[in-house]
């Protein structure tokens, strides 16, 4: 478990040190929407950029307005203090109005502040829709990626390969669809904390490696007899982007809770189904990719994403739901409403909180709304034990 | 809300007073002097319409006449749709459906009421919308969300891609009324035959949308003369543009506002030609006389507005422009791209053009067209490519000869502010001072005007402009 504990809590971790030891390339992305087995695929390692081992703001203060969410203002002042030096290339593709500006504060702070810029550095465009044309335009777009990465890292991503790379990311898929599992069981054995480092850990580790010491924890976790919920509210955490570990700790540590799913941009959620691996692998990418409509930038599928959510919630048989939002991420605090006045309605009780991203000042203000609505549910689990469970619930809305 | 507020229609109210306003100055001027003393509260505003001549009584009697509109449209048997400004209307008025521009209606009402449209805005807070949202939908949608409106019957928005707080404010309205929702996608690039096909494959499934949920077909005749009128209009905006070149321009800064809110809301609609027909006129009177559109004659600084103008209370932004002398050059909002004109041949793959010939003619250039409305064409890809926003303010700027750019929008623009920054940094390296104003153009609760006032001052006087 440390090996992923330290690469979800480090910017760079020992296994990527040692790939660049290798003399191989590696290179950042931005949002869940561009394909990391495309990387894989050149023997290139896709590490997903984050914002934590912030301490400070000077850099991404400068160059992003003070209407920004701070997310990508973390990056951009990661990026600005140096600590991304090891990447070779990096990509900025429009997930939202802050990560697709992204590309110009980064290009306009390397005008101010030597090599921190990657001599790669590439705009992938997402469209807003999966339907027929924008389903074209991003196959499209993953064909000129392939090509632009080819061109400038001198390698070959043929079919066979992407292939071979799905195959190996679904090795992965299937072992986090175990541990999910677990989570679903009456007696929880992994803790949400564990289950969040494993998948942050999945979006900077070299993929061999990952799987290799996933299929170890997952064998391990299975033997386990102890369960960890005894005493505690089964929540989940859902809303804006979050790669910090200290925030599930934030929830877990107050003892009364366990969390027992996530719907996060980093997370279970992107690994909860397998790419299909016959066939086109760009179509299958780019189906499993735009296709799933799980964030809201994807406009108009609001039904579907709490469709998602009920499901995700009656498997793991949440009592609650926490959902947070990154001041000014408009799209997840709009969308946490509509669904807190349809969960609710269901009888499911919901904390809707906004926060900071980055080091956790408000941590305090946090942990009393956190402990007030464990409190709430405490109150609505007695009543509820003598009625319904939550999927009776959910029937009878 | 405050139930006081949920007392009345606000479509209703807002039509009425606009009505009202409309008919003031039809009678003597001792009349229209008597009547202002019963108008305390939206007096200044129709007094500085009035005071700008016919062109003010045309803006005037036009937004009256877009809220008779909305007002009227379900004893006509029409279906209401929401929209955003920078869709054009023009297609929705082919179709017989009746738009609802919630910027427009906002800003009506931020200019209009002494407590602006708070009470609104607020109200979307209350049901859920964060704060940081953008004002300018919240205004006119905390109205619907409350119930206080005409009742829309579809949700059509096209900023995905280029303003999500945009986009968001219209999804989450489509979610919370139940109502049906489409969106077009801009990508990030313009002028690139691969864009022009997304373009137009988008605006098809739109009008297929748009004739599911109204229950009409789209009329290719109506659609031709809608569009012949948009040519129309389009060749006297673009006179206006030529004169807003000239030294010093004949163009009132208020012809700005209306030029666009015009466009916004009756484009391809005689209400509109009227307008445009009335303001060249008395534009070329000016400049046949060789005199500034500015009241007290004397045109002291050229100013172009990289983004929107502020329309808060009375329209105090474009007094205060009359006040000191200061020519106003334009706005994002201001600029069209029809071929033709002279800043588009600066701009290579930025323009569009009007083909009736054919149905598949039509839709291309209406696709074209709505592609390259304000916000969505230039604000859609990294500010410093090809065809995008710094290069149009540039053009703009140097074209127009402004003395200086200044930014203005709202916290919740994102899109914007995520760059304006660098962007701003970048305009002054081409030598045009650069301000940014920290209010909100919509709401003056985030800085009163008076604060915005002195900062402009303070910018003007410390860069050596006035």
């Excluded at chain 1, 790939?19 to 590696?26: E, L, N, Q, R, Y």
């Excluded at chain 2, 096909?197 to 789209?218: C, P, R, T, V, W």
Aim: proline share 4%.
């Amino acid at each position: 478990m440390n090996v992923f504990h330290d690469a979800a809590t480090q910017v760079q971790c020992e296994s990527i040190a040692q790939w660049k030891k290798d003399g191989k390339p590696v290179v950042g992305y931005t949002c869940s929407y561009a394909p990391a087995e495309i990387f894989y695929a050149a023997d290139i390692l896709p590490y997903r950029l984050r914002g934590i081992e912030t301490d400070g703001m000077e850099v991404g203060d400068t160059y992003f307005g003070p209407f920004i969410c701070s997310f990508p203002k973390c990056i951009l002042q990661l990026a600005g203090k140096g600590k991304f030096s090891f990447l070779d290339g990096a990509i900025i593709t429009p997930g939202c109005d802050g990560m697709r500006r992204l590309d110009e504060c980064w290009r306009k702070a390397g005008e101010d502040i030597e090599n921190i810029v990657p001599d790669y550095f590439y705009y992938f465009d997402v469209p807003h829709k999966s339907e027929n044309h924008g389903m074209a335009w991003y196959i499209e777009e993953i064909k000129e990626l392939i090509k632009s990465l080819e061109a400038h890292f001198k390698v070959s991503i043929s079919k066979e390969k992407l292939t071979a790379a799905i195959k190996e990311f679904n090795k992965g898929r299937r072992l986090l669809g175990e541990v999910e599992n677990l989570r679903f069981q009456q007696d929880i054995v992994v803790s949400g904390t564990d289950v969040f480092a494993a998948t942050v850990a999945g979006t900077v580790m070299p993929r061999d490696e990952y799987t290799k010491e996933l299929k170890k924890w997952v064998t391990a976790l299975k033997k386990r007899k102890t369960a960890l919920n005894t005493g505690k509210h089964r929540v989940m955490l859902v809303g804006s982007i979050s790669d910090e570990i200290d925030l599930f700790e934030l929830i877990e540590d107050t003892g009364k809770a366990i969390i027992v799913g996530e719907n996060l941009c980093f997370g279970i959620r992107y690994e909860g189904s397998e790419i299909k691996e016959h066939g086109d692998p760009i179509e299958a990418l780019a189906k499993h990719y735009l296709g799933s409509s799980v964030c809201p930038r994807m406009y108009g599928k609001y039904k579907e994403r709490l469709a998602l959510l009920k499901e995700r919630i009656i498997s793991s048989q949440a009592e609650g739901v926490i959902m947070q939002n990154i001041r000014f991420c408009d799209l997840h605090g709009a969308e946490n409403a509509l669904f807190e006045r349809d969960l609710e309605a269901m009888g499911i009780p919901c904390l809707r909180v906004e926060r900071e991203y980055g080091p956790h000042i408000d941590a305090g203000r946090m942990k009393l709304r956190i402990n007030a609505f464990l409190e709430r549910i405490n109150g609505s689990s007695k009543t509820a034990k003598k009625t319904k469970s939550t999927e009776e619930m959910f029937v009878s809305a | 809300m405050r139930p006081a507020i949920q007392e009345y229609n606000y479509d209703w109210l807002m039509g009425r007073t606009l009505k009202a306003a409309a008919g003031v100055p039809l009678g003597t001027k001792k009349e229209t002097e008597l009547t202002y003393r019963y108008i305390p509260y939206y007096k200044n505003v129709a007094k500085s319409f009035i005071d700008a001549g016919d062109p003010g009584l045309q803006t005037l009697a036009m937004l009256a006449k877009y809220y008779e509109n909305i007002l009227t449209a379900k004893a006509q048997g029409k279906k209401i749709c929401a929209t955003t400004f920078c869709n054009s209307p023009v297609i929705l008025y082919a179709m017989d459906i009746v738009p609802v521009t919630f910027e427009i209606l906002t800003a009506i009402g931020a200019m209009v009421w002494k407590r602006g449209m708070f009470d609104y805005m607020d109200y979307c807070c209350e049901i859920g919308m964060p704060e940081t949202s953008c004002s300018s939908q919240r205004g006119a949608l905390g109205a619907v969300l409350g119930g206080l409106s005409e009742k829309i019957d579809m949700v059509i928005c096209d900023t995905p891609g280029v303003c999500d707080t945009n986009a968001n404010a219209f999804a989450f309205a489509s979610e919370y009324l139940d109502k049906p929702f489409f969106q077009l996608n801009y990508p990030s690039s313009i002028g690139d035959d691969r864009s022009q096909q997304y373009h137009i494959d988008d605006y098809k499934e739109m009008i297929k949308f748009a004739e599911q949920h109204s229950g009409n077909k789209l009329d290719y005749d109506r659609l031709a003369e809608v569009l012949k009128e948009v040519d129309k209009q389009d060749a006297m905006i673009a006179d206006l543009e030529d004169m807003l070149m000239l030294k010093p321009t004949p163009v009132p800064p208020m012809y700005n506002l209306a030029l666009y809110a015009g466009r916004f809301c009756f484009s391809g609609h005689t209400e509109y030609t009227k307008l445009l027909e009335s303001m060249v006129k008395t534009a070329k009177e000016y400049a046949a006389a060789g005199i500034s559109g500015l009241k007290n004659g004397e045109e002291k600084l050229r100013v172009f507005m990289c983004y929107i103008d502020h329309y808060t209370v009375d329209v105090n932004f474009y007094n205060y422009l009359e006040e000191r002398g200061i020519a106003h050059v334009g706005s994002i909002l201001t600029r069209n791209f029809k071929g033709d004109n002279k800043y588009v041949k600066e701009m290579p793959g930025s323009s569009y053009s009007i083909d009736t010939s054919t149905p598949d003619a039509m839709l291309d250039s209406i696709a074209q067209m709505n592609a390259r409305l304000p916000m969505v064409r230039s604000i859609r890809g990294p500010y410093d490519k090809k065809g995008m926003w710094l290069e149009e303010s540039l053009v703009c700027a140097k074209m127009y000869d402004a003395d200086c750019v200044i930014y203005n929008g709202t916290p919740g623009c994102r899109n914007t502010w995520g760059m304006v920054k660098p962007f701003a940094r970048d305009i002054e390296k081409h030598g045009y001072p650069c301000h940014i104003m920290y209010d909100d153009a919509f709401d003056d609760r985030v800085e009163s005007w008076e604060a915005t006032k002195e900062r402009l001052d303070e910018f003007f006087k410390i860069r050596g402009l006035l």
